[in-house]
Structures are given as structure tokens and as C-alpha cells.
């Protein structure tokens, strides 16, 4: 990019809020928002479409460079999610899916091939970006970056309550055996390993609601904004 914006990178593991929080940050900015686990559950669901296995590094990367994938809002709003011209919003968040993507996510060429379409997004007023790699990887100088965590029986009971909103059932004990499974395959994958940045904020919302996360947020995101130029990045 030749000109400079502000990129605001919220990383973190799965279930810490981090998407939640980051759309929220980016509506209150004015922001684009960039789910990035979305990009990575959808080569995971386009694969099971497609028939191609979650250890075929050469097909999934050839998948993730050409899939046809859209992001748009709702009736009301809410961000929607396509792929191949289907609404897939509510398939790229069940279990399996989940799971599907942080295999795929360990695959060097896949990350790559997904490498310039996550920086796309980095367009004017600016960017919020939640996913696992942010801050480390795909914007190492973005203005602001915060890890956002909570321990993973937290975890699992917000993602139990997700799917009970969903209409699909689940067992806490399985969540959180899944939860623990997919934490340890993101930080200890060779490429991108899940950690904070050197420079990063971390914010345990363990036992903070919505509201206090976002404020927290949005208290360090100004206090950087307003204390320091925009950096010439991207």
C-alpha cells in the first residue's frame, strides 16, 4: 500500500471474544473489520465441499487463493459471510469447522496464499483485524495490538451458550477437550505460532462482560491513536 492507515490487530485464542470485540471496536471507529478465522474456516468448509482432504497442503493452497468468498452485512446489519454466492455465516462457526480451519492454518503455502488478501483490507479511515496472527505476521506494525484472552473453561462455557443460541447441541466436556486440542496444534505450529506480540496489550476477559472488554479496548486504542503518529506501514 503507498498510503498509510491505522491498523488496529486484536489476536487471541479461539473463544476470547476477540471478534466480538474487534467488529464492535470497528463500528465505534468507523473502521473496515477484517475477521481473519473467517478466511481460514472457510478454505476449511470449502475443502469438505469440494471433497479435498485437511492434509492436502496443494490442493488447499490452490483453494485458498481462488476461492470465491464475500463479506456483507445483513438486514440489520450483522456481518454475513459467502461463499460461492451461499450464505454460509452459521457453517464456518460449528465445531468441525472450527477444527478444520486451525489444521488448515498450519499449512505454510495456505497462510501464504491468504497473505495479500488480508492485507487488502487495510484501506482507509482504517482497519480492525482479529485473528491469531495480526499483530505478529500480517501487520507487524500495525498502530495498536492488543491480545485478548480467557481461560479456556471460559471459553468453552461461551462457546456451549453460542451453540445453544444456534438451535445445536454440544457438550461442555467435549468444548473444552476441543478448545485445549486446538490451543496447543496454534501454538506450537511451526508457521505463526499463536503468542502475543513483543508490543502487544493483553486483556484477560475471564471475568469481564462485553461492554468492559470493549471498554478496555477502546480506552488503550485512543490512548495509542492520540499519543503517537500513524505508522508508515503496509
Partial sequence: MTKAVPVIAIDGPGGSGKGTIGLLVAKELKFHFLDSGA????????????????DNEEALTVL????????????????????????????????????LASQVAAFPRVRAALFDRQRAFAKSPGLVA??????????PDADV????????????????KQLQSMGSGASIGDLLTSIRDRDERDRNRPVAPL????????????????????????EVVRNRLSAEPVSGQR
Fill in 145 to 160: 495490538k492488543i491480545f485478548l484472552t480467557a481461560s479456556a473453561e471460559t471459553r468453552a462455557e461461551r462457546r456451549f
Fill in 64 to 99: 485458498a487463493g481462488h476461492m470465491d468468498v464475500a463479506f456483507a452485512a445483513g438486514k440489520t446489519g450483522e456481518p454475513r459471510v459467502y461463499l460461492e454466492g451461499e450464505d454460509v455465516t452459521n457453517d464456518i462457526r460449528t465445531d468441525e469447522v472450527s477444527q
Fill in 39 to 54: 478466511l481460514y474456516r472457510l478454505v476449511g468448509l470449502a475443502a469438505r465441499h469440494h471433497g479435498i482432504a485437511a
Fill in 195 to 218: 503468542r502475543p506480540a513483543d508490543d502487544a496489550i493483553e486483556i484477560d476477559s475471564s471475568h469481564l462482560n462485553i461492554d468492559q472488554v470493549l471498554q478496555r479496548v477502546l
Fill in 130 to 139: 482479529d485473528g491469531r496472527d495480526m499483530g505478529t505476521v500480517v501487520f
